[in-house]
């Protein structure tokens, strides 16, 4: 098996291209948003369009929520795809979704940029934020029972049409995700240190919590991720590689999955060790 990916930010058309890029590149199934789809039907998964806030439609897409990557996985060992395209906004997002699914490694990536026109990805975008429509490379009789109470409209191409007459790819669908109205989502860097700074003081080695910073990546205006800083005082008595590589790994799973967001490295520093002479004279 095989597995490829396409890659841009959100709203810049990389689902209406899905079907072109993965016939060209002989994929005969696509990730797209939670959901795994061959052949024009969904075969396994659940969108993330279907949920009702923006955090948990960013879960659903990269497989976080429980069960869910499990379903999906099963589903690929059943059909068996010879080569698989993975949607995503980034390349750690795309890389994130084939390790979860445990895929093979991505051979191939392609950028909506290098298949589409700055104006064709501008009035995208216009479609998504202006009128809350999101596509979804499946007919649209596929969705019925997936988009129960959802606006779903057969795809009437978002671009001029050309004169140049093309091949049909296959129908696509256009739905509008309830949380499309809520506007454009931020998360405060407070937020993300207050819960980095749960997860350590709930650790009982941990004796204080001296310093969060969150640092977050960026390439352009796509913002790619945090790297997480701490520094912390330890309890004397405990193996301390061993505790931070588990507390890392915590904070990772505590931050990604209450925000959405890709965490990329976590950096605790140990900056003192506290020594309870009390408790140690008590136990003499």
């Given at each position: 098996?095989?597995?490829?990916?396409l890659?841009?930010?959100?709203?810049t058309?990389k689902?209406?291209?899905?079907?072109?890029?993965?016939?060209?590149?002989?994929?005969?199934?696509?990730?797209?948003?939670?959901?795994?789809?061959?052949?024009?039907?969904?075969i396994?998964?659940?969108?993330?369009?279907?949920?009702?806030?923006?955090?948990?439609?960013?879960?659903?897409?990269?497989?976080?929520l429980?069960?869910?990557?499990e379903?999906?996985?099963?589903?690929?060992?059943?059909?068996?795809?010879?080569?698989?395209?993975?949607?995503g906004?980034?390349?750690?997002?795309?890389?994130?979704?084939?390790?979860?699914l445990?895929?093979?490694?991505?051979?191939?990536i392609?950028r909506?940029?290098?298949?589409?026109?700055?104006?064709?990805?501008a009035?995208?975008?216009?479609?998504?934020?202006?009128?809350?429509?999101h596509?979804?490379p499946?007919?649209?009789?596929?969705?019925?029972?997936?988009?129960?109470g959802?606006?779903?409209?057969?795809?009437?191409?978002?671009?001029?049409?050309s004169?140049?007459?093309?091949?049909?790819?296959?129908?696509?669908?256009?739905?509008?995700?309830?949380?499309?109205?809520?506007?454009?989502?931020?998360?405060?860097d407070?937020?993300?240190?207050?819960?980095?700074?749960?997860v350590?003081?709930?650790k009982?080695?941990?004796?204080?919590?001296?310093?969060?910073?969150?640092?977050?990546?960026?390439?352009?205006?796509?913002?790619r991720g945090?790297?997480?800083?701490?520094?912390?005082?330890?309890?004397?008595?405990?193996?301390?590689?061993?505790?931070?590589?588990?507390?890392?790994?915590k904070?990772?799973e505590?931050?990604e999955?209450a925000?959405?967001?890709?965490v990329?490295?976590?950096?605790?520093?140990?900056?003192?060790?506290?020594?309870?002479?009390?408790?140690?004279a008590k136990?003499?």
């Amino acid at each position: 098996m095989d597995v490829i990916a396409l890659v841009g930010p959100s709203g810049t058309g990389k689902s209406h291209r899905a079907l072109q890029v993965a016939r060209e590149h002989n994929a005969d199934a696509i990730i797209d948003d939670g959901i795994l789809i061959k052949d024009g039907h969904i075969i396994a998964g659940e969108s993330a369009k279907t949920e009702k806030s923006k955090i948990m439609a960013v879960r659903r897409a990269i497989f976080v929520l429980p069960g869910h990557a499990e379903e999906v996985r099963a589903a690929i060992q059943q059909i068996q795809p010879h080569r698989i395209l993975v949607i995503g906004t980034s390349e750690n997002m795309v890389h994130k979704i084939a390790k979860t699914l445990k895929l093979p490694a991505i051979q191939l990536i392609v950028r909506i940029e290098d298949i589409a026109s700055r104006s064709e990805m501008a009035l995208a975008r216009f479609h998504r934020q202006k009128e809350g429509k999101h596509i979804i490379p499946v007919p649209t009789i596929e969705l019925k029972s997936h988009f129960s109470g959802y606006l779903i409209d057969p795809l009437q191409s978002l671009f001029k049409k050309s004169r140049v007459r093309r091949r049909k790819l296959g129908e696509k669908s256009i739905v509008r995700p309830v949380f499309s109205y809520y506007g454009k989502l931020i998360i405060d860097d407070t937020v993300i240190k207050k819960i980095v700074e749960k997860v350590l003081k709930a650790k009982e080695f941990v004796n204080n919590v001296k310093k969060i910073s969150v640092n977050h990546l960026f390439r352009g205006d796509e913002d790619r991720g945090l790297n997480i800083s701490c520094e912390v005082v330890l309890n004397y008595g405990n193996h301390i590689p061993t505790l931070i590589s588990q507390t890392q790994a915590k904070i990772r799973e505590a931050v990604e999955y209450a925000t959405g967001m890709i965490v990329h490295a976590i950096n605790i520093d140990v900056r003192a060790l506290y020594v309870d002479f009390q408790l140690g004279a008590k136990n003499n």
